[in-house]
């Protein structure tokens, strides 16, 4: 059976941009631009009203930017969308708050169109778009050390407990904290099967708990979560 088309709504406040997207993912039959919007304030009621699989969201935009309109989407709907951001410079706050805030993944609008397919279609059907050394790398510039900054001002990732790391991370089984540093190194559940010699269903169960005890949308929040509570040296 023929699965339906993945549904795609494209963000930017470029139309060039917006155009370029729209023909590289139409070319595809298993792929359809369903929307289009130029700014963060317009993205959210779109998004709301069209509910599509796949939001390609630009960062820095007017009246609303990527970060804020990622945020109200995934906070007001039932089923939200999958949320990869669109940006010019790899290390880049913006990212990095999207990321925090729930976007499954990002993309470099200099990506070639075989990286912006691949990308779409591997969060159409429910994974993150990980690349370990850049979430690393921007986890060392802007991730919250646990133990700064006043409470009010920390994420619950990077909450510290006594020992300077956030109470999730003794509330970690040994072979949970063994998944959570592969799925920091990228690795997917089959490799990870593999490298730890169990059954591929062990290791869904064990991935569902790391995202459970992190507070984690899927696994880029956890790794984020990893690095801001301690769990993870943030070295580049």
Known sequence: MTRPALRIVIADDERMVRTALRVILEAEPDLEVVGEAGSGAEVVPLVRS???DVVL???RMPEIDGI???????ATMAAPPRIVVVTTFENDSYVYEALRVGAAGFLLKRADPDELIGAVRLVGRGDSLLFPAAVRSLA???APAPHSGPPHSRSPHSAAGPLGVAPWVARLTDREADVLRLIATGLSNHEMSEHLGVGPQTIKT???????KTGSRDRTQAVIAAYEGGFLMRKH
């Open 50 to 52: 069209l509910a599509p």
């Open 57 to 59: 969201m630009d960062v």
């Open 68 to 74: 804020r309109a990622t945020e109200r989407i995934l």
């Open 140 to 142: 060392a510039m802007y």
């Open 206 to 212: 064990h991935v569902a708990a790391v995202l459970a």
